[in-house]
């Protein structure tokens, strides 16, 4: 959860980036857009983190925010920029199934257990 937070942080920033390169009225919105939607699934991401169990993660907050990334995650966030500037959205969005499928795994999977430590 904690790459996954930063590979929020990540994507929040490079469509931040975009919107100040935009050269329409409409890209700057869209792109703002996206920057809101990160930040807000970001903060949910560290609310799960650093939530008391057995709804959270109980990582200490600083502890998340220090985190660095691991090399998979770097390849990963490079790998998905380089698809979204050289190929179709579509390809971009190809791009996403591994970040998904992890999404998809830890919420079904911290719904069906209770976390005892």
Do not use: H
Not at 68 to 89: D, G, P, S
């Amino acid at each position: 959860m904690q790459q996954d937070f930063l590979y929020c942080v990540k994507l929040m920033t490079y469509e931040a980036d975009r919107s100040g390169k935009a050269l329409s009225l409409a890209k700057f919105t869209e792109t703002t857009n996206r920057v809101k939607d990160n930040a807000d699934y970001s903060n949910g991401i560290l609310k799960t983190c650093t939530d008391p169990l057995p709804d959270g993660l109980a990582i200490d907050g600083l502890t998340v925010l220090q985190t660095r990334a691991t090399l998979a995650l770097l390849w990963y966030n490079q790998f998905q920029i380089l698809c979204a500037q050289n190929t179709n959205w579509a390809i971009s969005m190809v791009a996403m199934v591994p970040c998904i499928q992890v999404r998809c795994c830890f919420f079904s999977f911290t719904n069906s257990r209770n976390f005892d430590r």
